[in-house]
Structure formats: C-alpha cells, structure tokens
C-alpha cells in the first residue's frame, strides 16, 4: 500500500532523513522506534505531505503522492494522522468534532455522520462523552476521541505519531487498547512510539530508525530478542556505556577509575557492584602490562538497564594477545584467580587482527 524509496529530508542544510527505503503491505501494522531526534515523526509527516521531502518517491496505492498532478487532498483521505497532541477543535463538542470532516469534505449526510460518529464513540467506549467540549476530558480520552475522528474520515492508513507520549501513564493502556483492536480488525497502520512491549505485542513488523536511516527492520521476536546491529541492541536494551583507551604503561590509573565511579553512580549501582567492578579492572590491567608499551588497549563497560546486566570488554589490535593464557601469566595467577571470582563468564576472540576479551560481572 506505501512503497518508500530513497526519501530524504533537511531542514536549513541538516539532514533528519538520508536515504529510507521500505515498503507498508496492506492490513500490516508497523512500529517505528529509536532514539528521539532521529527523523521517525519526520519520516510519517513526510508520507502525508505534512513535511515536503528533500529527494526520493512516495507511492500510496501506486499513485506518485509528489507528483505536482497528485491530488493530495485525495490522499489525505486514505491516510489519515493521530497526533501526540490531540488537535481537537475546542468550540465543538465531542460529536461535532467526529461530524465536522465528513461532512464538509466528503459531503456525507449530517444524519449518516452523526451515526457513523456514535458508532466510533461506541467503539473506543465515550459514547457517553459526545455532548462534551475536549476541556471536560481527560488526556487519554481526549486521544480516543481524536482516533474517533481520523476513523471518521474512513481512511485506508493510520499514521500515529506518538499517540501517548502526552499522556499521564495511567492513561496509556486506554488508547493502547483502541489500537490494538483497530490492528486485530486488520487496519494498515504506521506507528512511532516508545512503548516497546506494545510495539512488541501490536506490530507485523518493526523498524528502528537511528542516524536518518532504516538502521535495522524486521518481525519483533528479531528486533526484540535477536536485534542484529549494535545500535538496536543498545537501544532495545537500554544500554549505557563508557569507553577509554590506554595508550601507555603510564596512564592515569586514578583519573580513570574517578570516571568509573561516577559512570556506576549515574546509573545508580551498587557500591558493591561498583566496588567489584574497579576490581575487576585493576586486576584485568595488572595482566595487561607487560604488553602495554607495544599495543594500544580500549577499554569499555556496557550495563544494561533492562537486565541488569554488566559487561566489561577490552580491545586490541595487532599481534595475538591473551592475557588469559601464555608464559606470563604464571606469575599473575592471582589476579586471574580474582577476575575468575569476580565474572560468570569470560571470552576471548581473535578476529580480523583484533584481541578481544569479554567478561560479564557477577550480579
């Protein structure tokens, strides 16, 4: 039903989209999630002609929606827009709200759009409701009415730009609720949101925009589960991180460990964690130094929020180097006896010229 490809959009010189390329099957809902500021509510303007892009074709039903020709009017009647913000009209009640489009646009009778727009109340449960004004009601009901509305309109395509992101959370489920029903009744729907296990639960396929691309797509088990791409995977995870690079025999041990410390403090660690963490370091670097003149070593920790989960990964290029294993280690037994008790799991790999040791802290 939407086939994209290679759109691109900038504001004043800046690119928000680069080179997107998808397709949107009739009946198939999809999620568009990733981090703020990377092009996705820019991406659904775009589709609906609310933002002009910069390059690239937009196909609705196979008709070219930037050719100068198009009736976009037309199109904006299959495709229809939910927004973060509701965007009722204030001075009409509830019921004129969801008679008001069909009416002037499409010339519906005022007796037919009046009953079509109960039957919508009906559906996301303010029938009650459609005599009030959108000040008598809350945020989620105000954007179940709002989704009333742009079902009035009969549209082939929903975008949702957010559509709880202004909501109180106690009132999100109520509008999650009328979107999964309009999904289960077969609705083509695009869908930004940050509401990962609704995304999850609620999508055929999902795309995780990052960097003004389609970064990664898929079905939700690999997005959510299997993600293949780093990004995803620190997205999905919620992943927090911090990296430094040792260069020398010299570094500064105490600068580096001060910057740890407060990377465990922001994510709110436990001084015990924090505490086996440093440890864990100092021993790791203790079997590192006597190839320290010779290589440059990256160091970074990776802590997921979503699991709890604390990784320490240590980097290096050029000759193969296991500090695990060799001559040397025999007289640093002890710190590999520290580092054993300290890790549920430790790996190393040598790939493409690179050392690279893996260690997951205990929790």
């Known amino acids: 039903m939407i086939k994209v490809e290679h759109l691109s ?14 397709e949107i099957k009739t009946g198939e809902v999809v999620s568009i999630i990733g981090p703020s500021g990377t092009g996705k509510s820019t991406f659904l303007r775009c589709l609906n002609l609310l933002e002009t892009p910069s390059g690239g074709s937009i196909l609705i039903d196979g008709v070219d929606i ?25 001075h009409l009640s509830v ?4 008679t008001i489009g069909p009416v002037r646009l499409k010339g519906t009778n005022k007796a037919a759009a009046r009953q079509k727009a109960m039957d919508l109340l009906r559906l996301v449960g303010l029938a009650e409701k459609a005599g009030n004004f959108p000040d008598e009601l809350s945020g989620g009901q105000k954007q179940r009415v709002a989704i009333a509305r742009c079902l009035a309109m009969e549209p082939q395509i929903i975008l949702f730009d957010e559509p709880t992101s202004a909501l109180d959370p106690t009132m999100v489920s109520e509008v999650l609720s009328v979107i999964r029903r309009l ?18 639960d609620v999508s055929n396929r999902v795309l995780y925009m990052d960097e003004g691309i389609i970064y ?26 911090y990296s430094c690079r040792i260069a020398s025999p010299d570094y500064d041990l105490y600068a580096m460990n001060a910057e740890i410390e407060a990377f465990c403090e922001k994510q709110i660690l436990p001084k015990k964690t924090r505490d086996s963490l440093l440890l864990l370091i100092e021993e790791l670097l ?78």
């Open 9 to 22: 959009k900038q504001f004043d010189g800046v690119a928000v989209l680069k080179d997107v390329t998808t």
């Open 286 to 363: 203790q079997l590192y130094t006597p190839y320290l003149s010779g290589i440059t070593l990256d160091l970074s920790i990776a802590y997921s929020e979503k699991s709890g989960r604390l990784e320490v990964v240590s980097e290096s290029a050029g000759e193969k180097i296991n500090p695990l294993a060799g001559e040397r280690l025999a007289d640093d037994d002890f710190s590999l006896a520290i580092i054993r008790n300290l890790t549920e799991s430790m790996d190393y790999q040598w790939q493409g010229g690179k050392n690279r040791l893996q260690f997951a802290l205990k929790k």
């Open 183 to 200: 999904a289960r009744e077969g609705m083509t729907m695009a869908i930004v949101t940050h509401e990962m296990d609704f995304a999850r």
């Open 95 to 98: 019921l004129d709200n969801l």
């Open 66 to 90: 930037l050719d100068k020709k198009t009736d976009v009017a037309g199109i904006r009647q299959k495709m229809n827009m939910v927004f973060q913000s509701f965007n009722l009209f204030s």
């Open 216 to 241: 990664e797509e898929g079905p939700p088990e690999q997005i959510f589960e299997n993600p293949q791409r780093e990004k995803t995977r620190a997205f999905i995870h919620r992943i927090r991180s």
